[in-house]
């Protein structure tokens, strides 16, 4: 299945990088607690998953961006220095007390120390359990690859779609909805197909891979936060694609995809550990758990054989005590997600668009991503 998922991404990427290797699992850490700490190993800077969450959940998130493998693009120059968006709101933490349903002040010190716990037993596995990181349906890859051939019909195209309900479904609707607004509804798939497009296909694809993530049978974390994360995912995709202006724009739609799956995984693995509907958790904890899903998200990624450039971006997504050099998609990422939680939260009325300043610093190309984001709800 490993190499079917491989195969799956190699089909949008051109690029010939060398696939950067990944890690080597660690054991999982024991039951017992004690207050050892996330260390670095100096020689290959790969990380070393502490045997043990502390006793007391640390000031600030341990710096888990400098306890993984470093990536360079072989064959690239140094990446330029690109300066990422700095909102004058706290955009992260409230879209994730958001998600978690406020839960109120204080923190409750024994679920965190089981939680992370858990989240850090999961970094130290191989993610070979299916159940926490879905598999990629089969008919996707074979779908990529077609695209890629100039010589294929629209009618052999259809056949291939036809093999998958839920495929016919997504195609059926996208191009019935109000961003294409078709005269009369469409029903023949094949005309659906032609028009569609090229493009329209392989984003709708991508999106139909990375929806088996969402599992609204999980427990009580996953189905309430679950559903936003997707919101947001997309909207952060559509971001990436349109302010790729130098960029290969499906490969930043891909990455603004992936960039919170790790935060579904780390929802799915919450449910399993806390019985409580709610908990009150510091600030530390919800950076730490955020920090532990970014870098989750890069190990899917780097598992599912992503390009390169792709890995590189979202390495730069997670904090670490060196100054990030950030690479133009690892800037474009970072923008995408903070305009996409943004424009969910001004939406869902959990902050107030009342002037300029919200949005200060943002450039006029980010401005009207921002307010486009506002009105389009497919890919």
């Known amino acids: 299945m490993r190499n079917t998922l491989r195969n799956f991404f190699k089909q949008f990427s051109s690029s010939t990088a060398p696939e950067p290797k990944a890690s080597t699992p660690l054991a999982a850490a024991p039951p017992s607690v004690s207050t050892i700490q996330p260390a670095l190993n100096p020689e290959i800077n790969a990380p070393i998953v502490p045997t043990a969450i502390p006793t007391a959940i640390p ?3 341990p710096m888990l961006g400098d306890a993984k493998q470093e990536l360079t693009v072989a064959g690239s120059p140094e990446p330029s220095v690109f300066s ?3 909102p004058q709101l ?19 010190l024994e679920i965190e120390q089981k939680v992370l716990q858990a989240l850090f037993g999961l970094l130290s596995s191989d993610l070979n359990d299916a159940i926490v990181v879905p598999r990629v349906p089969t ?22 779609i036809v093999k998958d309900v839920v495929l016919v479904g997504e ?26 497009g090229e493009d329209g296909l392989r ?7 990375f929806r088996p993530i969402i599992n609204l049978n999980s427990g009580l974390y996953t189905r309430r936060a679950a559903p936003h994360i997707w919101a947001q995912s997309e909207k952060c995709a559509i971001a990436c694609r349109e302010l790729a ?47 532990v899903a970014a870098t989750l998200s890069y190990r899917i990624a780097q598992r599912w054989g992503f390009p390169a450039e792709v890995l590189v971006a979202l390495q730069q997504q997670t904090p670490g005590s060196k100054p ?41 190309a980010q401005l009207a991503c921002f307010e486009n984001l506002n009105q389009v709800t497919q890919y």
């Open 245 to 291: 202006i130098v960029l290969d724009p499906f490969e930043a739609f891909l990455t603004g995809m992936i960039k919170n799956v790790g935060l579904i995984i780390a929802f799915r693995l919450l449910d399993q550990v806390c019985e409580q509907p709610k908990f009150s958790y510091s600030r530390a904890f919800q950076q730490t758990f955020s920090s």
């Open 139 to 160: 008919i996707i890859p074979q779908l990529l690859a077609s695209l890629r051939s100039r010589s294929i019909s629209n009618g052999e195209i259809s056949r291939q």
């Open 324 to 364: 990030i050099v950030w690479s133009e998609l690892g800037c474009l990422l970072h923008d995408a997600d903070l305009l996409a939680k943004m424009r969910i939260l001004a939406n869902q009325r959990q902050i107030k668009i009342i002037d300029d300043t919200v949005k200060s610093g943002l450039s006029t």
């Open 59 to 61: 000031t600030t998130a």
């Open 203 to 209: 984003l709708l694809i991508a999106k139909v891979a």
């Open 84 to 86: 990422p968006w700095k």
């Open 171 to 196: 195609v059926i609707n996208a191009v019935n909805s109000a961003l294409y607004n078709p005269a009369d509804r469409i029903n023949n798939l094949e005309n659906a197909v032609m028009m569609l």
């Open 90 to 108: 706290p955009i992260d933490s409230l879209f994730f007390d958001w998600i978690m349903a406020y839960p109120g002040e204080g923190c409750n």
